[in-house]
DNA sequence: TCTAAAATTTGATTTAAATCAAATTTTACC
DNA sequence: GGTAAAATTTGATTTAAATCAAATTTTAGA
């Protein structure tokens, strides 16, 4: 279920043949990033693609009135911003980082470089893009139908996989309300009210503003999504 | 700004290279489609992807209570079906032509084949998908954050492109009002609550089921798009 | 450690849009 | 052309969620 709302292109690497990986990861330029840093804004053009190397970043657009819709938080692993590169236009979001990240950088004439040398990159970005492509339309549908509890339900369950670390027991998605609310598509106050809800009935528990998922299996359910 | 909210993936085969142009129409296979009648079904395992000859086919996502949401309506010359045979997924989504319409297979062997040997076609492919993604984003946006009115606006706007033909003057959208509702992400009876608005305010004129514009600037300037 | 600012929570009210119901028009098929 | 069914429109009511306002908690930086 998880896998119909997250890019989880990690594989691209990890699939690619070594000649072609070991170009890439010679290439790649690496940055740190802090907290809230942008790393390219809507209606610029691109330079390149990136590589989070560690940390976590947002893609959102934002409307004339300055709210922020939350399309995408990227993970460790995840290529970003290649899109705009391959249709040749500016890039139609902004992307800032959510928590300290490396971030690396490999310029169009690398990245075209390697897709004209490498038909196993060409494909695997083909099935990327198409997974992403797929993962957004499912977005698309659950903004326009469920109600605010559901999303609420479904983004808690989304972030809790990206939050994830590996032989660690407990997950805390640690963002702020304002994200959480801008990728659920709601306000801060209704987002508030659902988690509140959501504790009343032992769902989740909050320190601070860290949020544990309780009990995955009834959120799961509450989400709708089965 | 309708390039935002278009697919318009016609260029795939204008922009490919003759022999592989040739290669691909030679492998085609034509269908006729009655209005009405789906082409996949979420869901399903792909065989083959798709090519639309001539007339109109709606993408779109089933949730748990029958309810619509339709994600995009495929003109004349452009792909479909490919994301979940690059993606090797099943459909994440149904499709069903809205008018009569003629239709091309080309099964998943003849696609690899012409994948493996043009890199035209990939990349090509790739401009499209990312274009597409992107027109995704778009909409996503548009559906967490714009009013009913605004929304309904900016359908008229992209079905008008849609439904325009060359050298033909008036351009009448002749949709179905449940498919308008379900694509702009509201309700029937909505939905004509705001064409009436429209046509009191002279922006819009309907005969039966058609509907004209008559004030496009307007429809832009309501729409809050420029 | 302290504190101002930002973030978050809580309460009250309003609003956009959905839902329910009924009337009217259009369509598809014979 | 006729007609039953489906689609569309219109009216009334309800509801989910936004907005407004104030209280409380957390955070970041000195």
Redesign the pocket.
């Known amino acids: 279920m998880i896998t119909k709302f997250t890019f989880n292109s990690q594989y691209i690497l990890s699939e690619l043949p070594l000649p072609d990986r070991e170009f890439l990861e010679n290439i790649m330029v690496d940055k740190k990033y802090r907290?809230n840093q942008p790393i390219f804004t809507e209606g610029t053009l691109p330079s390149g693609i990136f590589y989070l190397q560690s940390g976590k970043v947002k893609k959102y657009k934002m409307d004339n009135d300055g709210?922020e819709q939350i399309i995408y938080i990227y993970n460790a692993g995840e290529f970003f911003g290649y899109s705009s590169v391959l249709s040749e236009s500016t890039y139609g979001d902004t992307t800032v980082s959510i928590e300290n990240s490396i971030i690396s950088f490999i310029t169009i004439n690398d990245f075209n470089k390697i897709l004209e040398n490498s038909s196993s990159f060409s494909r695997l970005l083909l099935k990327s893009l198409s997974h992403e492509f797929s993962v957004l339309a499912n977005l698309m549908a659950v903004l326009?139908q469920?109600?605010?509890?559901?999303?609420v339900a479904l983004n808690l369950l989304i972030l809790h996989d990206k939050y994830k670390v590996d032989n660690v027991d407990i997950t805390y998605i640690?963002?702020?309300?304002?994200?959480?609310?801008n990728m659920?598509?709601?306000?801060?106050?209704?987002?508030?009210?659902?988690?509140?809800d959501f504790?009343d009935d032992s769902l989740i528990s909050?320190?601070?503003?860290?949020i544990e998922l309780l009990n995955i299996e009834r959120l799961i359910q509450i989400a709708n999504f089965y």
């Open positions: 907290k709210r326009s469920r109600t605010v509890r559901e999303r640690m963002l702020s309300r304002s994200d959480l609310a659920t598509g709601t306000v801060i106050e209704t987002l508030a009210r659902v988690l509140h504790k909050t320190d601070g503003r860290k």
